[in-house]
């Protein structure tokens, strides 16, 4: 057991590149979503999934794309890379109905020079 | 959801029961109380969450005030590795209400 795992934990990329952070979970949670954190700053929803086929907006979605075609995993998408989208990006998973609490993984951080 | 306020930061001797507030006056009936905690550079943490009565877990205990517009997270003898920010997070738990982090409190604790 896993728990949520994110690939890569680092990288660099040139403005105009595109790139997909991985998010993987092994614990067959319905809900997954995905948060920026700026250096010093909160963690901001940027996109979330409350099952296979099922995405919505979270606060700051421009820029990112996802999609979830598997209960497991769950993708995001930088489609232009600007310096802006530079932050740390964490995944987060949950069982679906009832009160439970969120798992993360431990997070990508990502620099656009 | 609800509003939450947390005080910026707050210090704690090592050892020491940690007690970190939160309000949120506007709470609704369904809307349950959650805290998270985020140690440095890691992924958030799930501490505990409540409805109306006080919860303890083996990370923490959850003190909820009669009329739910408050609440209190205290960590039992805080040591070192607690130093963190602690988010206090209000939502009704249905469907596909997504988790939205406040600022929450600064915890330093002090040897």
């Known amino acids: 057991n896993a728990g949520v795992t994110q690939t890569p934990k680092f990288q660099v990329l040139k403005t105009g590149q595109s790139m997909t952070l991985q998010c993987a979970q092994d614990m067959n949670h319905e809900y997954m979503s995905w948060y920026r954190q700026d250096p010093g700053m909160g963690l901001r929803l940027i996109h979330y999934?409350?099952?296979?086929?099922?995405?919505d907006q979270g606060e700051v979605p421009n820029g990112y794309n996802v999609s979830r075609s598997t209960t497991e995993d769950f993708p995001l998408r930088l489609l232009s890379a600007a310096p802006s989208q530079t932050s740390v990006y964490f995944c987060?998973?949950?069982?679906?109905?009832?009160?439970?609490?969120?798992?993360f993984g431990s997070g990508t951080r990502l620099t656009v020079v | 959801d609800a509003k939450t306020t947390q005080p910026p930061s707050m210090d704690c001797a090592e050892g020491r029961a940690a007690n970190l507030p939160c309000n949120h006056s506007?709470?609704?009936?369904?809307?349950?109380v959650y805290w998270y905690r985020q140690i440095h550079s890691q992924g958030p943490q799930y501490i505990i969450h409540g409805l109306k009565n006080n919860e303890t877990n083996e990370m923490a205990s959850l003190i909820i005030t009669e009329d739910r517009k408050s609440s209190t997270l205290i960590l039992p003898h805080a040591t070192l590795r607690d130093t963190a920010v602690y988010y206090c997070?209000?939502?009704?738990?249905?469907?596909?209400?997504?988790?939205?982090f406040g600022k929450g409190t600064r915890l330093s604790v002090i040897a």
């Open positions: 987060a998973s949950r069982r679906g109905r009832g009160v439970y609490g969120y798992t």
């Open positions: 999934s409350v099952g296979a086929g099922i995405t």
């Open positions: 506007t709470i609704s009936g369904n809307e349950y």
């Open positions: 997070i209000v939502r009704v738990d249905s469907g596909n209400t997504p988790l939205v």
